[in-house]
């Protein structure tokens, strides 16, 4: 079958730290995986996006990687600080159309001062 | 620049009742759209898509229905609501292609009491 997971329900990190969330899927050919913010009581909110032909991407303190071999995505926040505390969501897709857009279930993070 | 709206922000509805609740985009014309289902704790769920207007794709079989009577608006509705369409809804608009954002409104919170 069919799955999308995250490596945690919820990750603890202290300031200054980085933080490290795992996507990981199977039984997926995806075109490209992007990662997106949520806030409680708020829609997520799109930040990188990698495409199946690249393997890392970068934005300021975040980094994604992909591994397509061990069907995983790796997301980065270098130097946490508590205002990234949110929940992580990791989203595939394997064409251009709605059907085949997938959501993990999330990592909820708190960076601690 | 694109915004994407829904209303309203919060429903209490009691089961049996009917539900209506509205998407509209501004800024963009052509999009797809999309309606989600967020479950406390969970990940999120595809309900229904539409790549063009009296475009409907249902994704999961329930007692929800979706129409897209305009370019740019996409309501999701309810003859007689149970108790777990109890959640958080969310609309969303992408546009075909490599892109591959998705752009989300704020979202309604509904309780069916």
């Known amino acids: 079958s069919q799955k999308i997971e995250q490596n945690s329900e919820a990750l603890n990190i202290q300031e200054g730290k980085t933080a490290t969330l795992t996507c990981n899927y199977t039984?997926?050919?995806?075109?490209?995986l992007q990662w997106y913010r949520q806030d409680p009581g708020r829609g997520p909110v799109f930040l990188l996006l990698i495409r199946e032909n690249e393997k890392e991407k970068r934005k300021e303190r975040l980094k994604v990687t992909f591994d397509t071999t061990l069907k995983q995505s790796l997301f980065h926040i270098t130097a946490s600080q508590p205002a990234d505390s949110a929940t992580y969501l990791c989203?595939?897709?394997?064409?251009?159309?709605?059907?085949?857009?997938?959501f993990g279930p999330g990592t909820r993070l708190s960076v601690l001062p | 620049s694109q915004t994407i709206h829904q209303w309203p922000a919060t429903l209490v509805q009691p089961v049996g009742s009917p539900l209506s609740l509205e998407c509209t985009v501004e800024?963009?014309?052509?999009?797809?759209l999309y309606w989600y289902r967020q479950a406390a704790g969970r990940g999120l769920q595809l309900l229904f898509y539409s790549v063009g207007i009296g475009q409907i794709s249902s994704e999961v079989p329930q007692n929800l229905s979706a129409s897209r009577p305009q370019d740019r608006q996409f309501i999701l509705s309810s003859k007689k609501l149970l108790l777990s369409d109890s959640g958080f809804y969310l609309c969303?608009?992408?546009?075909?292609?490599?892109?591959?954002?998705?752009?989300f409104g704020p979202g309604t919170r509904l309780l069916v009491l």
């Open positions: 039984n997926y050919s995806p075109a490209y």
């Open positions: 969303a608009w992408d546009h075909s292609g490599l892109s591959g954002t998705q752009y």
């Open positions: 800024g963009t014309s052509n999009p797809n």
């Open positions: 989203a595939l897709r394997e064409d251009n159309y709605g059907q085949n857009f997938v």
